[in-house]
């Protein structure tokens, strides 16, 4: 491929023989869940909702959720929903919906928006191949500083330990570096957040949050890229046993014929 994407460098990060199966033999067992679907359908809704259309949100989380369990089931016949976590989703989707608007303004005071779903197709040096990725947000305040926000779905948060992993905090560190070579802007002025909405919170259920992206974090989050493009471009794919039962939950691929 003439690009990465950082879920395949995490995925590389994981378990370089599980990358291989899925980006080299392109086999994939996974075409997503209750929670991809409610995932899709609310990062649909924070898309049209910065701009603050005159649209009814709670109907096109509605419309989209369903449409997305619709694809799943379409790819995957034989996939069994669970009925019960799909009615209490279609009304926590709906609930959230009040939340996020008031949560950016909250957050970050006036902002104007400068790009929703913004493309990232840039040069990685030293390599072939190009950096790839979709920005959720990204806005400027009154400051002058300019802000990356993803949007991340989850149940009712992140503990700590999940929100400093430098695994996870690398998409945001490495979406800054690409997107201030993209409009050579200064890294000092750019801040990186995630946005957590959490479908089983009793408060809070926007949660945003700054994640550091400096310098020496940067260097090393490149370092480990280049590490990561190395060992593809030379197919060196070695099978991970501790990511069988990882951080991540069972590996789709574990004792299956592609993985004995």
Known sequence: MSHISYSEFKEWVNCPWKHKLVYLDKIKQFNGNEHTAFGTALHTVCEHM??????????????????????????????????????????????????????????????????????????????????????????????????????????????????????????????KHFWCKKHNVDPNSVQTHFALLKRTAKRDNVEIFKVTSGTKKTENALKLLHKSLYNINRKNYVKNKLACHGRYGVCEFYKSEHCQ
């Open 50 to 175: 910065v701009y603050e259309k005159p649209i009814d949100y709670k109907a096109l989380f509605e419309e989209e959720f369903l449409m997305n369990l619709q694809r799943i089931k379409t790819k995957t016949p034989n996939f069994s929903f669970n009925a019960e976590l799909i009615s209490s989703m279609r009304e926590q989707g709906q609930y959230i919906t009040d939340f996020i608007l008031p949560a950016l303004k909250g957050y970050f005071g006036a902002f104007e928006i400068v790009e929703v779903e913004e493309k990232l197709y840039e040069d990685i040096a030293g390599d072939e191949k190009k950096f790839k990725g979709f920005i959720d947000l990204v806005v400027k305040t009154k400051d002058g500083k300019h802000h990356i926000i993803d949007w991340k779905t989850c149940g009712w948060g992140w503990e700590q330990r999940k929100k400093s992993d430098k695994m996870i905090t690398y998409q945001l560190t490495l979406y």
